[in-house]
């Protein structure tokens, strides 16, 4: 041992002594720093190198001599994967690991309710803790720029703002049971044509205000332990080690303290992975995408390269004191936490907490009367489509999930209409497919019928109904919601369309269902007297729609996403602007993100574009009337620049009151949006800067109160790297959705 070893071992040696024996790290009464700092020195080389690398599919080694334990990974944002192979992505078969399977994030989203937000993240932290798992990969915040984008399901909206609000509660209630947030993907990962091989090319201006305020909200309020890096590169430089985005931004600017996770093979360059802000290497064979050696593990690049580069002099082990001191710190936060957890799993109140989220996520778009429903004793009740019976838990990629039971929509509308006759027609075949990863619905969706006779025997089913709802969308397949592909439209496969368009022609009230987790054409919107947008709502998908469609639930989600009339509508005209292209001198793609900031409704509204059903848009079985927008001010002096970590205080308070003129009980979200006074930098004719979820019993009157920092009214300027805060007129709109504005307010900034 060299004299500086001898001296640290006996350092160590005194500091254990003085701890009544107890060695500091191990010693729960003392800071996560403190045992961190007592920690790291009484680590070899070897011992921090291993921590910084896979061991198997979803772990990583800890320190056995020093009783530090493995860090245990598990997908995903909506619930508990079952466990899987030591090294493959296929289910292990256990028979314990059936979890409660809560909607997909967009569904979150849609309720627009960070209560609901804090009662999934605690409930998923639970199964995750009582699954003995330290950290949870998700939530997912990409931003939905495309409609086409295969993961949106997985995310929360086009709206960075909406977004932000909305993880933060996630991220605080998976942490306090002692399992690290793992907020992915970092960053402008916005779809899944050639991900491992596309470099995003976006300005800053662009990057600040749309594709990272979720990540940083995550970060800075929601105190996330974890980040994934994405496997897109952006700038040029891979995410995974991405020098500017991870050491500049999330750890510098942001002073991020936890660690960085690479998206499982994202890791691309030995020497990128040791400067460039990874913290820990996950994947699936060396490169992390193809196959290698068994042994594939130590030939990570963090692991044998890494240690090559330190014992020849090529690396020092600055950054990996960094590194091994945040994967100690997340152990000391989560496995090794001196409040000790313990979770459930399975729970009838995390089957009801997933029931009330997707029913509060439940988007009613358009009703004539015809909801809800109410069908008599001895009536006769049609449900037509293959999304009222296929099982959905299952597949759509890495948040595929084995769980207990999943209610269908059919079996939940037979259950609220006992004395009724409950008939289900499919209509058409979309897709027989009933398993992914070994884990298997058990349904048998085999169909003899031709489309043809699928058609008529529908129609021929609603004579008598009493009313009749046709239950279709999309179903996590390939090209329809599902990780490592893209759509390739936005309209409804399976001809649904002209099913629709046919029913619609022999059925004088027809109601339609849209389950999907990504905005689709509606092209027979206009034909129909109601149209509901469902999610994958998880285990009680059923249940939550019935609450819905029967009214027992007054719905009161809203769109978290433009659903546009046509893509041609959208922002992206070019295959530059996407799915991207290749370029003399590239290695990889090249994608443009040339729209900039007009993302989603900033476009449509900006371009006076219109649309099937705006952003923000969702009805309620009563009605709720808005009195004026009030300010707080009429002018403010809060022109000027300011830094990137500045501009949080509030400047300004807009309130509304909102009365419930119906019947019944219900939740109104109410939107703030802010209009710009012209000026020479473009920017979008409204924002979403506020808002406030309002539950108001019938005739009751309530009073939206929406707090604005002066960041709220900053674009970002590239060139000084600061927030900008422009003088003049400013119009604040506040609305039922990002087009119904009831109320508008002027605020002079100086
Ligand atoms: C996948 C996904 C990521 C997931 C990880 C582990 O490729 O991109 O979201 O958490 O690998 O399954």
């Not at 390269?305 to 590194?323: F, H, M, S, V």
């Not at 970002?716 to 900008?724: G, I, L, M, Y």
Request: net charge negative.
């Amino acid at each position: 041992m060299k004299p500086l070893h001898i001296l640290l071992a006996c350092l160590v040696a005194i500091a254990a002594c003085t701890n009544n024996g107890t060695p500091v790290y191990l010693d729960p009464s003392k800071s996560v720093e403190e045992r961190v700092a007592d920690a790291l020195p009484r680590l070899s080389i070897e011992e921090k190198v291993a921590m910084t690398h896979a061991q198997s599919k979803f772990s990583s080694r800890g320190v056995p001599r020093l009783g530090i334990p493995e860090v245990w990974c598990t997908d995903g944002p909506h619930g508990i994967r079952p466990e899987v192979l030591w090294d493959d992505w296929s289910q292990a078969g256990w028979s314990n690991d059936s979890c409660t399977a809560f909607p997909a994030l967009s569904c979150l989203a849609a309720t627009w309710d960070k209560e609901m937000s804090l009662l999934f993240g605690r409930s998923i932290g639970q199964e995750a803790r009582y699954r003995k798992k330290d950290v949870l990969l998700g939530p997912g915040v990409n931003i939905c720029r495309t409609p086409l984008g295969g993961r949106s399901f997985e995310y929360m909206g086009e709206d960075p703002y909406l977004a932000g609000q909305m993880v933060v509660p996630y991220v605080k209630g998976v942490q306090e049971n002692g399992v690290a947030a793992c907020v992915k993907h970092f960053a402008v990962n916005n779809q899944e044509v050639r991900r491992t091989a596309t470099n995003s090319v976006v300005d800053e201006r662009t990057l600040y205000e749309i594709y990272l305020p979720a990540f940083e909200a995550a970060v800075k309020e929601g105190g996330a332990w974890a980040i994934m890096g994405s496997y897109n590169l952006w700038n040029g430089e891979f995410n995974c080690h991405n020098h500017r985005l991870l050491n500049d931004i999330l750890k510098g600017e942001w002073g991020f303290d936890g660690v960085v996770i690479s998206d499982w093979g994202g890791c691309r360059d030995d020497d990128d992975a040791i400067t460039g802000g990874l913290d820990m290497e996950f994947g699936t064979w060396t490169d992390g995408l193809h196959g290698a050696p068994s042994d594939s593990y130590n030939n990570y690049h963090l692991a044998n390269p890494y240690l090559q580069r330190i014992a020849d002099g090529r690396a020092g082990t600055r950054e990996l004191d960094d590194k091994a001191s945040r994967i100690l710190r997340l152990i000391f936060r989560t496995s090794m936490a001196s409040e000790r957890h313990y979770g459930s799993f399975n729970s009838p109140e995390h089957y009801e907490a997933a029931r009330r989220i997707a029913a509060a996520g439940t988007v009613l778009l358009k009703n004539d009367g015809v909801l809800p429903l109410s069908i008599p004793d001895g009536g006769k009740l049609v449900v037509i489509g293959e999304n009222a019976i296929k099982k959905m838990v299952v597949g759509g990629g890495s948040s595929n999930l084995k769980t207990k039971y999943e209610i269908t929509p059919l079996e939940a509308l037979q259950e609220a209409f006992p004395n009724a006759q409950v008939v289900w027609e499919r209509g058409y075949v979309g897709s027989t497919e009933t398993s992914f990863d070994r884990v298997d619905t058990g349904e048998d969706l085999s169909e003899s019928r031709p489309a043809g006779q699928l058609l008529a025997d529908a129609i021929k089913a609603t004579e008598g109904a009493d009313a009749v709802i046709f239950i279709g969308g999309l179903n996590k397949s390939a090209n329809q919601d599902n990780e490592g592909t893209d759509k390739l439209d936005i309209t409804l496969p399976y001809g649904q369309d002209a099913i629709i368009e046919t029913l619609a022609g022999v059925v004088p009230h027809l109601i339609v269902v849209n389950i999907s987790g990504s905005p689709v054409a509606m092209p027979w919107a206009d034909k129909v007297d109601a149209v509901v947008q469902g999610w994958y709502g998880g285990s009680e998908t059923g249940h939550a729609l019935a609450d819905v469609l029967t009214g027992a639930v007054n719905p009161s989600g809203k769109l978290p996403f433009t659903l546009p009339r046509s893509l041609a509508d959208g922002p992206l005209k070019t295959e530059r602007q996407y799915p991207g292209i290749q370029e003399e001198g590239e290695q990889w793609w090249q994608e443009y993100y040339d729209e900039g900031v007009f993302v989603g409704y900033r476009w449509y509204s900006s371009k006076d574009i219109p649309v099937c059903f705006p952003f923000g848009h969702g009805l309620s079985y009563t009605k709720f009337e808005y009195g004026p927008a009030k300010a707080s001010k009429s002018t403010l002096s809060c022109a000027g620049s300011f830094g990137v970590n500045e501009g949080t205080e509030t400047v300004l308070k807009v309130s509304t009151d909102v009365r419930n003129s119906g019947e019944r009980d219900g939740a109104e979200v109410v939107q703030l949006y802010l209009m710009p006074p012209a000026g020479d930098v473009e920017r979008p004719v409204r924002e979403l800067k506020g808002f406030e979820k309002l539950t108001l019993n019938a005739g009751q009157t309530g009073r939206a109160v929406m707090e604005l920092p002066r960041r709220a009214f900053a674009r970002f300027d590239a060139d000084s790297h600061r927030w900008v805060v422009d003088s003049g007129t400013w119009t604040i709109l506040v609305g039922s959705s990002s087009e119904d504005i009831r109320s508008t307010a002027e605020i002079k900034i100086n």
